[in-house]
């Protein structure tokens, strides 16, 4: 709000006298920092209108009458225009553009970059954040898997996108997964224009850690034809961690219906699908080790068809996204 001279420290003063404490107090009171209370006494800043008006009722006093709102966006603009106009004045130009050679500022800054920019450190790249590197693990093996499903690595980051509504209590699972293994907390962003959300690490060493010790790549899946990692493939159950991570993220439980002389069958399968035929090789396999019977799809598919091999698989595999336990279930 904005106060005429001498106003708003009467205004004060007199709350103060009305509730008989110190500044200290009163800010407590109306939850402010005391310096900043004390610099609204000395008139040195305009105090907010919503700690006006809580002091007004607290006091029972009343807001001076010539005291006004400033309308804080109004207010930046008549600013700005004011500045404008003086340096217009000052450099006798039409417009502030006027003043700007962007072929200097280039030169400058191409100059500044060959004496001094190149030489310095990266406050990204060079300074890393720490993280917990966490033994092989089958928990790890899932991240793994989840990674590799529905998860994409960059130079700095490593982001996992799922379905905001579907995958929602699983995307809870990956965030509470992430900080276990890593002890960080990771960032969550909606999708916009989408029913997705991103969960996402950004850490140059996490990023390192990733390519040169658990074996995954940067960049694309499918042109990179990604597999899972030999250690992971090398214990069993590490191999059945991982491949639960991945049909958790790209896989899929449904009903597949036909009709037999008039007669409506139904079964629920299971699928994995992926265009990186390593990857899908590699889920095809585990899935016949433990004795079962999957079946390679024409469309980047692996698929489990009979009820018995469905119970297999949660009974021995099982899910950490409840999306697929409830349609197993249903």
């Known amino acids: ?15 103060r006298d009305r509730l008989g404490k110190n500044w200290g107090e009163i800010a407590n009171m109306i939850s402010v920092n005391p310096r900043t209370l004390r610099d609204w006494v000395r008139e040195k800043y305009n105090m907010s209108q919503p700690v006006a008006y809580r002091i007004s009722r607290l006091c029972k006093i009343k807001i001076p009458p010539t ?3 400033i309308v804080w966006h109004e207010h930046l603009r008549q600013a700005g225009c004011v500045g404008q106009a003086k340096l217009q004045k000052k450099y006798a130009v039409k417009s502030i553009r006027e003043l700007v050679d962007e072929n200097h500022r280039q ?36 991240f793994i898997g989840i990674v590799l499903g529905d998860g994409g690595i960059s130079k700095y980051q490593i982001t996992i996108t799922h379905h905001s509504v579907d995958d929602h209590l699983h995307g809870k699972y990956i965030q509470g997964l992430i900080e276990d293994l ?36 940067v960049g694309n899946k499918v042109n990179n034809q990604v597999d899972i990692p030999d250690w992971i493939k090398d214990r069993l159950a590490y191999y059945k961690a991982c491949v639960r991570g991945l049909i958790d993220t790209d896989g899929s439980v449904f009903i597949h219906r036909y009709r037999v002389n008039g007669k409506v069958y139904s079964y629920k399968k299971l699928e994995f699908c992926s265009h990186s035929e390593p990857l899908r090789r590699s889920v095809y396999s585990l899935l016949k080790e433990i004795g ?35 349609r197993y279930l249903q």
Not at 3 to 9: I, L, M, V
Not at 185 to 201: D, E, F, L, T
Not at 296 to 308: A, E, H, I, P, W
Request: proline share 4%.
């Open 107 to 142: 030169e400058q800054w191409r100059e500044w970059w060959k004496k001094t920019g190149q030489y310095q450190k990266n406050l990204i790249t060079n300074n890393p954040k720490s993280f917990k590197k966490p033994l092989f693990s089958a928990k790890l093996a899932e």
């Open 182 to 217: 890593f002890l960080l907390k990771p960032g969550v962003r909606k999708v916009r224009g989408a029913q997705a959300v991103n969960i996402y690490i950004s850490r140059v060493d996490l990023v390192r850690y990733f390519t040169n010790t658990l074996g995954l790549k």
């Open 292 to 326: 079962l019977h999957p079946r390679l799809t024409r469309r980047f598919g692996v698929r489990l068809d009979s009820k018995q091999d469905m119970q297999e698989y949660f009974h021995v595999i099982g899910t950490h996204n409840p999306k697929h336990l409830k």
């Open 1 to 15: 709000m904005s106060f005429t001279a001498g106003e708003q420290r009467a205004f004060l003063s007199l709350a």
């Open 67 to 69: 005291a006004c709102t």
